[in-house]
């Protein structure tokens, strides 16, 4: 069973940085789309930013877009900057075998997802 393990979060002033990191002992996931959602109190849960599996392309919620940037290597990266109280959240990874692009991965069924984190809580103080 693979285990995704996110780490990073924490609390934060607005305007501050996070960086989260997300991967799985001894796996790789070179043929996965890699990925980040969130899930805000009494919100449902929403596309972050994702990577295409052979990384370069990137695409983002325009809630992010210009203050994050997600990167990978062997596990997938979410450096946060400006951050907002808006932000607050626990962030999810996931890794989409099925996304051929970046894109895919904001556009298909959460259970399309093969694997998921467990989460880690983004606070983010005014």
């Not at 996110?6 to 996070?18: N, R, T, W």
């Not at 062997?74 to 996304?99: F, G, H, I, R, S």
Request: with cysteine; hydrophobic share 35%.
């Amino acid at each position: 069973q693979v285990q995704l393990v996110e780490s990073g979060g924490g609390l934060v002033q607005a305007g501050g940085s996070l960086r989260l990191s997300c991967g799985a002992a001894g796996r790789t996931f070179s043929n996965y789309a890699m990925g980040w959602f969130r899930q805000a109190p009494g919100k449902e849960r929403e596309f972050v930013a994702a990577i295409r599996r052979s990384g370069g392309a990137t695409y983002y919620a325009d809630s992010v877009k210009g203050r994050f940037t997600v990167s990978r290597d062997n596990a997938v990266y979410l450096q946060m900057n400006t951050l907002k109280p808006e932000d607050t959240a626990l962030y999810y990874c996931a890794v989409c075998w099925k996304c051929t692009t970046a894109q895919t991965m904001a556009a298909v069924p959460y259970d399309d997802m093969d694997y998921w984190g467990k989460g880690t809580l983004v606070s983010v103080s005014s």
